[in-house]
């Protein structure tokens, strides 16, 4: 089992971001139902939607947010890109974890990679330029998915491409060419990537969350970060 593996060896991988994921300056946020100010937000407004990040930081003294993995969300509800009509249950079950931290932000290979596969998912609401990356450990391949990136750096990768552990490869990148998002990094963990290419939902229906969380492992496992 991936999860297991990953466990194991903790150890071995490096930051995925240049930054203390557990410094004082680092809280938790919570996108679900639980939160009250969410209510009210124009999340369909992307600017209003930072403002409403950089307001729950200030509320925790943080600089940078983190959280999200199985977490059942209502911001989802922005974009049509997650529900498909009013009969389906929507998807709204977060399969990776975020990390909310200004654009430009070097994102880093945690482990030896090679550059899998690269897609702008220019929809509003969707990843906007995205890597995957795929890993080797003890003869189990698995995948690192990267969502949210400034194009520009995107542009340079290519497909087979090798990574160095700690390499540089991308950057957060900025709303709108992100998909329309306040800055943040996806990171997701996929055990196969099932024919996908470029893509990989990173939100399920709530009603398939056993399936969704054994094919993608909690990104803390590489991340290391106790706030979540």
């Known amino acids: ?36 100010r969410l209510a009210t937000a124009d999340l369909r407004d992307t600017a209003a939607f930072e403002q409403l990040v950089d307001t729950e930081l200030a509320l925790q003294n943080a600089s940078i947010g983190i959280g999200g993995y199985l977490e059942n969300r209502v911001i989802y509800r922005r974009s049509p890109h997650f529900g ?52 080797e450990l003890e003869g189990t391949v698995f995948y ?24 540089a490869f991308a950057t957060v990148g900025p709303f709108p060419e992100n998909g329309d998002w306040p800055p943040h990094l996806h990171f997701q963990l996929m055990a ?13 229906r709530p009603s398939e969350r056993e399936k969704w969380s054994a094919l993608c492992p909690d990104p803390n496992l590489v991340l290391q970060c106790w706030y979540i």
């Open 192 to 204: 196969d990537m099932q024919g996908c290419v470029g893509d990989f939902p990173g939100v399920a």
């Open 144 to 167: 690192s998915l990267y969502g949210h990136l400034g194009r520009a750096e995107w542009r340079a990768l290519s497909v087979g491409q090798p990574l160095e552990k700690g390499e």
């Open 84 to 135: 498909p009509g009013a009969t389906e249950e929507p998807r709204s079950l977060h399969l990776g974890v975020d990390v909310w931290l200004p654009a430009g932000t070097p994102v880093l290979a945690p482990l030896p990679a090679t550059v899998h596969s690269l897609a702008d998912n220019d929809n509003f609401g969707d990843y906007g330029p995205t890597v995957v990356l795929q890993h």
């Open 1 to 36: 089992m991936l999860a297991s593996l990953l466990l194991h060896h903790q150890s071995d991988f490096g930051p995925a971001l240049p930054v203390d994921l557990n410094g004082p300056n680092v809280a938790r946020l919570d996108f679900s139902a639980h939160n009250p």
